[in-house]
């Protein structure tokens, strides 16, 4: 592990947190902390950085050893030269939490980092204690719960070069979904931080899969397989508590979604955590960051 200066601006996290790169596989994870004890890690997903977490992260100094990566690709985490498929992601972060030697985790999960973080708890349930969830991507979306902007978006970042020059060349993804998906638009500031790791059509070649890997009317069948891998164990681990954070309007945490989760995730405690759309640490960092001290109080009562 090395310490080093990177982009994402350190200081946004608190004086006394650190910038730390893990060498994995063939690249690096990138990740900040601060504090000590049992680990309480933060896995963002598309196609934003460890930045996100920002504000839930500095509500919790005291609370453990927080610790939030940047997965592969992004923020300040290496470029490998791969597929950037959803089990790449989970090869390096499987990697990442080895190489920390994490146990007793307790995580705290938004969007794709909901998939990678049940991925990871489901094959190493001995090492993870408990699991807070936040408009995450644990099942598959039906198209007619979605708006429909949103629709018409994904239909034409999966057609074969629409997709490319919306994502990659034109860079729209970033610059008009990014900032819809929020309940107010970010400060341009913040935005530039988001914005700032993929200047480039060529830095931005692997934004793609994670919007086109989404998985909608059970498309596609890749994605789709790969959540369900995880639900033996969202179904029977009643020793792991599990806070499901559920906001208003929402987007991809669907009616249809948070009735299966309620009638089938064990230890799950359904919250409502007020207004917000989808990159809710920014819009309510609080809510987050007090259902993850409720989530930390409850797994001490059960011991």
């Known amino acids: 592990m090395t310490l080093t200066s990177h982009a994402i ?7 006394d947190a650190r910038s730390v790169d893990t060498e994995v596989l063939d690249s690096h994870i990138h990740h900040i902390e601060h504090g000590d004890g049992n680990p ?7 196609p934003t950085s460890s930045y996100l977490w920002r504000h839930v ?6 609370r453990g050893r927080l610790i939030v990566p940047d997965l592969i ?6 470029r490998p030269d791969i597929a950037y498929e959803l089990d790449d992601h989970i090869r390096y972060l499987d990697a990442w939490f080895d190489a920390l030697d994490l146990r007793d985790v307790t995580l705290v999960v938004q969007d794709y980092g909901a998939a990678f973080g049940v991925s990871w708890a489901a094959r190493h349930s001995g090492r993870v204690k408990a699991v807070l969830l936040a408009e995450p991507v644990i099942r598959d979306i039906a198209s007619a719960d979605l708006p429909e902007p949103f629709v018409q978006a994904q239909q034409l970042i999966r057609t074969p070069g629409d997709g490319e020059k919306f994502v990659v060349e034109d860079n729209l993804f970033l610059t008009q ?12 500031e913040d935005l530039d931080v988001y914005l700032a790791p993929f200047p480039t059509p060529e830095s931005r070649g692997h934004l793609i899969k994670f919007p086109r890997n989404l998985p909608i009317d059970g498309t596609p069948a890749s994605s789709v397989d790969f959540l369900e891998r995880s639900v033996d164990w969202l179904k029977t681990s009643n020793d792991v508590p599990k806070l499901l954070l559920t906001f208003e309007p929402g987007f991809l945490l669907t009616p249809e979604i948070l009735s299966w989760a309620a009638e089938n995730i064990a230890a799950l405690e359904v919250r409502a955590a007020g207004a917000g759309v989808h990159f809710v640490q ?14 930390l109080a409850r797994v001490e009562g059960a011991k």
């Open 9 to 15: 601006p350190r200081d946004a996290f608190g004086p």
């Open 40 to 46: 309480i890690v933060f896995l963002h997903g598309s």
């Open 57 to 62: 992260f500095t509500r919790l100094t005291g």
């Open 73 to 78: 690709g992004f923020g300040d985490s290496g």
């Open 177 to 188: 979904v990014l900032p819809g998906a929020f309940l107010t638009p970010p400060a341009q």
């Open 282 to 295: 920014e819009e309510q960092p609080q809510a987050i960051a007090d259902g993850v001290v409720d989530l």
